[in-house]
């Protein structure tokens, strides 16, 4: 059975950090392409950041480069998200999603296309 589970969410004052970890389970994600999406109060899914399945691309939403850097280690099944200088509005549920894509070069931020999701985590970034 596979298992996707979120960890690292919290209480933060702006400015903070905080540092998410995605433990995947029951099958080897070393093949996947992972993301991080977040969901606020409201608002739609959107993409935060994702790494191809080697580990040689990243790609950020506007709304986040320079302050999160996503990284993964496929011997450990594992991605992390390091979150610098937040913001409020970074204030979301954070979930982290496995795809089946093995191209070196390509990165989606269609949530469709990323077949396995943890349950969520809570951001909350106070002003």
């Known amino acids: 059975q596979v298992q996707v589970v979120e960890s690292g969410g919290g209480l933060v004052q702006a400015g903070g950090s905080l540092r998410l970890s995605c433990a995947a389970s029951?099958?080897?994600?070393?093949?996947?392409?992972r993301g991080w999406f977040r969901q606020a109060p409201g608002k739609e899914r959107e993409f935060v950041a994702g790494i191809t399945w080697n580990g040689g691309n990243t790609l950020y939403a506007d709304s986040v480069k320079g302050r999160f850097t996503i990284s993964r280690d496929n011997a450990k099944n594992t991605v992390d998200l390091q979150m610098n200088s937040l913001k409020p509005e970074d204030t979301a549920v954070y979930y982290c999603a496995a795809a089946h894509i093995f191209y070196t070069n390509y990165i989606s931020t269609d949530r469709n296309e990323y077949e396995y999701w943890g349950q969520g985590t809570q951001v909350t970034v106070s002003s």
């Open positions: 029951g099958r080897t994600f070393s093949r996947y392409a």
